[in-house]
Antibody, heavy 119, light 110 residues
Framework: QVQLQESGPGLVKPSETLSLTCTVSGGSISSYYWSWIRQPPGKGLEWIGYIYYSGSTNYNPSLKSRVTISVDTSKNQFSLKLSSVTAADTAVYYC?????????????WGKGTTVTVSS | SYVLTQPPSVSVAPGQTARITCGGNNIGSKSVHWYQQKPGQAPVLVVYDDSDRPSGIPERFSGSNSGNTATLTISRVEAGDEADYYCQVWDSSSDHQKVVFGGGTKLTVL
């Protein structure tokens, strides 16, 4: 059974870059689209973007200028970088496995990791 | 961009049927997915492609989609169904294709 685990700093200073990694266990990272989603405290879900195992990406236009998602198939990991963070980027960040069948959805999620942006 | 509208809250007594709607322009032409999120936990997929259930999801959870409204129906509601529910579509109608979530509906079991 595939499991996902987010990891990374829980505290990031304003204007710096948030970096998170998602480790996939129990299955291969191949043949799926791997997403990052976030949820500010008390609010709804916001999709950040996805990466295909081959490396092609698709980002939410609202965050595109600050987001980079990369994949390391040898480690079964994919990563998120969000630059120039502000307090508005404080959220629980989830990674998830996605597929197009026929339209994109996410069937396996990590437990999430809380990131706070504060000096 | 494409907008999904959900009621903020729905209340139902145990054993009754809960219906959570998700409105969008001609949403019936799209594939709608639903997630359940309990407090402090990650979302869980409960319905995909309008009406299909992942393995392990009870048959009490069902979905439908037509016109401008998609609906998640939970039959014989239990206390353990109390959670936030989010609908989601893939918006391929604009220049930039992306995932769109509804604002979420809090289901309260009375």
């Amino acid at each position: 059974q595939v499991q996902l685990q987010e990891s990374g700093p829980g505290l990031v200073k304003p204007s710096e870059t948030l970096s998170l990694t998602c480790t996939v266990s129990g299955g291969s990272i191949s043949s799926y689209y791997w997403s990052w989603i976030r949820q500010p405290p008390g609010k709804g879900l916001e999709w950040i973007g996805y990466i295909y195992y081959s490396g092609s990406t698709n980002y939410n236009p609202s965050l595109k200028s600050r987001v980079t998602i990369s994949v390391d198939t040898s480690k079964n990991q994919f990563s998120l970088k969000l630059s120039s963070v502000t307090a508005a980027d404080t959220a629980v960040y989830y990674c998830a496995r996605g597929l197009f069948f026929p339209a994109y959805y996410m069937d396996v999620w990590g437990k999430g990791t809380t990131v706070t942006v504060s000096s | 961009s494409y907008v999904l509208t959900q009621p903020p809250s729905v209340s139902v007594a145990p054993g009754q049927t809960a219906r959570i709607t998700c409105g969008g322009n001609n949403i019936g032409s799209k594939s709608v997915h639903w997630y359940q999120q309990k407090p402090g936990q990650a979302p869980v997929l409960v319905v995909y492609d309008d009406s299909d259930r992942p393995s392990g999801i009870p048959e009490r959870f069902s979905g439908s989609n037509s016109g401008n409204t998609a609906t998640l129906t939970i039959s014989r509601v239990e206390a353990g169904d109390e959670a936030d529910y989010y609908c989601q579509v893939w918006d391929s109608s604009s220049d930039h294709q992306k995932v769109v979530f509804g604002g979420g509906t809090k289901l309260t079991v009375l």
